[in-house]
């Protein structure tokens, strides 16, 4: 028994771990489109990191461009996330920060949509690099094209996509608990082998261990 709960206790620190790895994976993913009137629209931009023990210095500048086609210094991060000094009128109080603390992610989101917050949304992501004595930086631009409506479209795809998600996690958890269910049945059955192997050793008359039978003579 205790062989089994030190096997059940491996498998679910393995498993945890696995899944915290996973977690910690940096992974750009495209932002929504479509904006619905007076919700919350979170406009997505990423930049990963190649190699995580390399620390750099970060600069985000989101711009947008409306009908007009004046594009427009709406949010900024510098050191911390702000409102330009200069921002027009429209978008202060409007827009959040919706980043990660590592700054791989460095989303915002914007508060109470309306039809004029449709148009073209740029993330310029600045990193500035220092090694020693040689300085490096590099730049990403990520273009979002948001159309606000008044009502949400329906998704099949995205639908199905969740659907499928949920099957298989029900099913790799399904899996996991027939494989800790099989690990404890064989070695159960290994354990009452060894006992049993054990007890008809012991009821052996002591005589007959010492003197298994008498000699053959040929």
Known sequence: MTSHMRLVLHLLLLFIFAV??????????????????GRVM??????????????????VDWFFTGEDKRKVLIYQYDREPQEPKDVE???????????????QDVSISILNVTLK????????????FEFDSFKHSTTKKTTINLK???????????LYSEIM????????????LMEMI??????????????????D???????????????VME
């Open 117 to 128: 917050d449709s148009g073209t949304y740029e993330c310029e992501v600045s990193r500035f």
């Open 182 to 199: 099989y690990c404890y049945r064989k070695i159960s059955k290994s354990e009452e082998q060894t006992q049993d192997t054990a007890t």
């Open 201 to 215: 050793y012991l009821a052996i008359p002591s005589e007959n261990k010492e003197n298994p039978g008498p000699a």
């Open 42 to 59: 979170k406009l997505t931009c990423s930049y990963c990191m190649k190699r995580e023990e390399i620390s750099a210095e970060t600069k």
């Open 20 to 37: 915290q790895e996973v977690r910690l994976v940096c992974v750009e993913v495209a932002s929504d489109t479509e904006a619905i009137i």
């Open 148 to 158: 606000v409506k008044m009502k949400a479209s329906e998704d099949t795809t995205a």
């Open 165 to 176: 998600m949920y099957v298989l996690l029900v099913f790799l958890t399904f899996w996991l």
């Open 89 to 103: 009128m429209y978008w202060k109080g409007r827009l959040t920060w919706n980043g990660s603390k590592d700054l």
